[in-house]
Structure formats: C-alpha cells, structure tokens
C-alpha cells in the first residue's frame, strides 16, 4: 500500500472517541455555511448522519427528529444532519418531505436544522461515519453528542436498516446534563424521576459510612448507593 492510499484508508477509519474534541469542519448546508463545532458552542449539539436524500428509513428518521426538534432546542441542543449528497439533492428532499409524506400521524413537517452536504464525504470520514463493510460510499447511521465545550460525550452507530430511537437520544441528552449538573451517574433506563447513583465509596472509612449513616442514601451495598432526584429539579436545571 503506498502512503496516498494509507492516509485515504486511515482516513476512512478515522473516528472521534468520547472525551476527544469534535474535529473541526467548515461545511455547505441547507441553511446556509457553517463552521463546526464553533457556531455551536455554548450548546450541546446532536451531529447525526443518514445513508441518502429519498429513502425511506431516512425519511421516517428526519420527519421524526424535525418534530422533535423544539423539545431537543428546550434542552440546549441543536441538530445538525449530514449524508452523502448534494445541496440540490437535499433542497429537493426536504420539499418533497413537507409537500407529500405523511408518517406516524406527522405530516407537512419542515426540516428547520441544517443538511450538511457532504459529496466528497470530507465531513463523514473525519466521523467515522463511512464503514465499507456497510458501505463504501453511503454513511451509516452515525450519532454524536457534543457538549457545550466542543467535546465528544457520546457515540452511537446503526446499520442502514435500522431506523433510531429518538426517545433514546433524548433520553441519553437528559441523562448526560443530569450528571454534569449533580454530579450523579444514571441507572440502567434510567429517567427524569428516577432514583440516581452517587460515586461509588473511594475508602474504607466512606463504605463503612455509606452503610450504616447515611440517611439520604439507600445503599444495596457499600458501592451501589442511590438517592432521590425528583424529576422538577432536574428538568428546572436542564430545560430552558
Ligand atoms: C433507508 O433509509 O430506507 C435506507 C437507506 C439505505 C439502505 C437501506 C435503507
């Protein structure tokens, strides 16, 4: 392999980590050019891609994500979708979406978020979102939560077939800002109402504590404690 096609490889497969900060792109979109991520700083972002402009799954993926867009916008988040395809193609799909699909009761629904158009794929191999044994030139279905800071919190990839869960997504955006906010970890479907997990005891001292004092804690054992966070509090420091 000579060293052109290495850096394409590398390229191909190159992919953020949690922790790692959004790499940086400048990007046409349908609403206009964007610098990434610094117009979005201060907020958290959803950057999703999607395999193709007119396909179903997609469609069905966009229509619900535009009508849930105020309530992510609630949660100081901002999306911003990305294929494989040009601007005009893009234009036309959102037209075409507003103007005749009707899905799951949603109809006339307008994408307000930015379409990144990404034909030379610059943007989806800096994400990773280009996995050949998927696919060579579709993206997958690729999501990424960055935070207020530019810093990548959480991934998730889907096949192309598989349609995503939004309430999940909202779900994991709440999750993550409750535990910035209260310095808390989040159970297994976990959700605003719902007991929390304090950090697990760092002594013997605070395991003993943590077993036989602490009132405000219930404890099933010295490393797995919860405690109450009723779901006003959260969503008071989490929503707009
Ligand atoms: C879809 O969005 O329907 C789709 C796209 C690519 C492959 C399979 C399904």
């Not at 690729?142 to 077939?161: G, Q």
């Not at 995503?164 to 906010?181: P, V, W």
């Not at 929390?196 to 013997?204: D, F, L, N, Q, W």
Request: glycine share 4%.
């Amino acid at each position: 392999m000579n060293t052109i096609e290495m850096s394409q490889e590398q390229q191909t497969f190159s992919m953020p980590r949690i922790g790692d900060k959004a790499p940086e792109f400048k990007a046409v979109t349908t609403q206009g050019e964007i610098n990434f991520p610094s117009d979005y700083k201060g907020s958290w972002t959803i950057l999703f891609s999607h395999p193709a402009d007119f396909t179903p799954v997609c469609t069905s993926e966009f229509m619900t994500f535009a009508h849930l867009e105020e309530k992510f916008n609630k949660a100081n988040c901002k999306l911003v979708g990305l294929s494989v395809d040009g601007l005009y193609s893009h234009i036309a799909w959102l037209r075409t979406i507003k103007d005749k699909i009707e899905f799951n009761g949603m109809k006339d629904i307008e994408v307000k978020f930015p379409l990144i158009e990404d034909i030379t794929m610059n943007v989806a191999k800096k994400y990773g979102m280009i996995q050949p044994g998927e696919h060579q030139t579709q993206a997958v279905r690729a999501v990424f939560f960055i935070d207020p800071e530019s810093t990548v919190r959480a991934i998730i990839y889907y096949p192309l077939s598989l349609g995503r869960n939004f309430d999940e997504i909202y779900r994991a955006l709440i999750a993550m800002q409750t535990s910035d906010k209260f310095n808390v970890a989040t159970p297994a479907d976990w959700e605003p109402g719902k007991d929390v997990i304090i950090s697990p005891a760092g002594s013997c001292g605070v395991a003993e504590e943590r077993m036989t004092k602490s009132e405000d804690l219930e404890c099933k054992d010295w490393f797995f404690c919860t405690k109450k966070l009723d779901k006003d509090t959260v969503l008071k420091e989490v929503l707009k």
